[in-house]
């Protein structure tokens, strides 16, 4: 609700927790797909918003192991240099990969362990770059919650949806939203919250990306 108030068309808002749900105002006309777990909200204002989703807080725990230690940029590095890669979907039941076998390419980081932990960011980010494509996103992103802290996520996002991205602060949107109603103000409430993401690697999540969609692509084609 902050974005439709305080945004300019088109964007998308990607709101994380147990749920990833994509949000695209403004953007694209497509095909929704419901077999890629592509829906129709109503924003408050009675708008329609195509939206996507998949379990990405879920499948963060289920990767993880629970055990999530900030990644060194050595982990990182080797995370993109040696093509360690996490496939969909780890909970295959929902999202764009239904019905895929999860598993890893590259040697399999331990559970515990930082390049783990930021090569199921990557994996997040590309899952949710998915899910915006396929409800026609477009122009800028604003993704608000826990994944809002992740610079890694952020970063890949931003260089998989070829999009600029912003990082919202505070955990909700709800709350933001629920004043902005009752100020009836549709200011600078939502906009002070917002953190541009730049990504100092972009070239080699480019070439990370391309690479992990191929291999999706290939395991699509196989099935």
Known sequence: MPYVLSQTPPFSVVSTGTWVIAMSIGGNSVQLDPNL?????????GDPAPSARFMGGREHDLATGGTCPEPTPQDVRDVLAKGIMLMPAVVEDTGPFRGYPSGWLGPEPNVGTGTRVAA????????TAEC?????????????????NNQLYLKMLAVAAASKVYGAA????TSAGAAMLVRGKTD??????????????????????????QTVQNRRRQQ
Do not use: C, M
């Open 37 to 45: 777990d592509t829906l129709i909200n109503v924003t408050a204002l």
């Open 120 to 127: 199921v960011a990557v994996y997040l980010a590309l899952v």
């Open 132 to 148: 915006l494509s396929n409800i026609g996103h477009k122009d800028t992103i604003v993704v608000e919650g826990p994944f809002a």
């Open 170 to 173: 505070g955990s909700t949107g």
């Open 188 to 213: 600078v409430l939502a906009q002070e919250t917002l953190s541009l993401i730049n990504s100092d690697i972009g070239e080699s999540l480019e070439a990370y990306a391309s690479h992990w969609r």
